[in-house]
């Protein structure tokens, strides 16, 4: 896989406002909620342009303070913003509340008829949207914000596959979004999945979308899955995905696999310890990925630069993380000294 230089990579979904509980507190505790500008698209596309990509973001905001901040936090990245719509209407929203002994982070969304989520389908011009661009990102997050979303999702992949725009799909599983206007979600996901040249997405992805289990643990259930999702949608050709062991609440291991129908790479599992902020980790994933992968450097390489990414990110407040081509390829598991 390989994207002309002079086209760039477009990421297609809804740009957002993230209020966290200050680590260390319960809601409420005291009067402060520390504010991000995340989204898991938004996300995937500052990560690729603190890369050097050529990156640009399609979505919606609205005009105003908050409208104009994200922007700016995207241009800031080096995220080409002109293909985002100004229409009225409000951010969405989500709330943070990190966990704690006895207690597991928790996600709140406060989505519902934000300006992205409002727009029709026929508001988005796919020939122009898509002009220019060689490579399109998406993630199962939009589809999961309601009927209107799912089909300009569903619109945007099979105009991007009718134009011969490579697509990554980043299976994101929102069961708090789906719960509220969708009772098979799999029935929506699986026309989207069938145009994707790339998908993230794990066994749990594999089993929603093919309505079966996969036997065994570990590598070998994860290459039956991946096999089965290659036989079930043949454009794929690349499945990444991780497997995470939480061994405390601070301290996790995560290991990454890339499969494809030949040949698959493994990563052996690094310890992330102190896990500072999960969120937005698996988007640093798919960004490490799609650089490699789009270098068309080997499986292997592609998924240790995702392991990187994402392991980096777990030690980053916010969605967004600054990477660098530097910071990747200079990542170790090991614990060192100052660099001086």
């Known amino acids: 896989m390989m994207i002309d230089p002079e086209k760039k990579i477009a990421c297609f979904g809804e740009i957002v406002l993230r209020m966290s509980v200050p680590h260390g507190e319960m809601p409420l505790q005291s009067p402060r909620l520390d504010l991000y500008v995340g989204g898991a698209e938004a996300n995937v596309a500052a990560g690729l342009a603190a890369l050097g990509n050529r990156v640009a973001m399609i979505g919606a ?3 105003g303070a908050f409208g104009d901040g994200a922007l700016d936090r995207m241009r800031g990245h080096g995220v080409d913003t002109q293909r985002i719509a100004r229409p009225a209407g409000r951010m969405g929203l989500y709330y943070h ?3 704690g002994p006895m207690r597991a982070d928790e996600v709140v969304y406060d989505r519902a008829d934000s300006a992205f989520a409002s727009r029709q389908p026929g508001d988005w011009d796919w020939d122009r949207l898509l002009d220019g661009v060689g490579w399109l990102h998406l993630s199962g997050v939009t589809p999961a914000l309601g009927e209107r979303c799912a089909t300009a999702t569903l619109d945007a992949v099979r105009a991007a596959r009718a134009a011969g725009i490579g697509i990554s799909f980043d299976g994101n599983w929102r069961g708090r979004l789906w719960e509220r206007w969708s ?4 029935a929506v996901l699986r026309p989207i999945v069938s145009e994707a040249t790339v998908l993230f997405g794990n066994h749990r992805d594999a089993s929603l979308l093919l309505g079966r289990e996969f036997s065994g643990e570990g590598a070998h259930r994860r290459r039956e899955a991946a096999l089965a999702m290659l036989e ?6 690349t499945i990444a995905s991780t497997a995470r062991h939480i061994v405390e609440p601070a301290k996790h291991e995560l290991a990454a696999r890339i499969d494809t129908r030949d040949d ?7 310890i992330i310890c102190p896990v500072i902020d999960r969120i937005g980790t698996g988007d640093a994933f798919a960004v490490g990925v799609l650089d490699a992968l789009l270098a068309r450097r080997p499986l292997a390489a592609a998924a240790q630069s995702g392991l990187a990414a994402a392991a980096i990110a777990h030690g980053v407040r916010g969605d967004f993380t600054p990477l660098s081509r530097a910071l990747l390829e200079n990542a170790t598991s090991t614990a060192n000294d100052v660099t001086r």
């Open 61 to 63: 905001v609205p005009p």
């Open 183 to 186: 009772d098979d979600p799999a």
């Open 232 to 237: 079930a949608f043949p454009k794929l050709e």
């Open 264 to 270: 698959h790479a493994q990563t052996a599992a690094v």
């Open 97 to 99: 509340l990190p966990g």
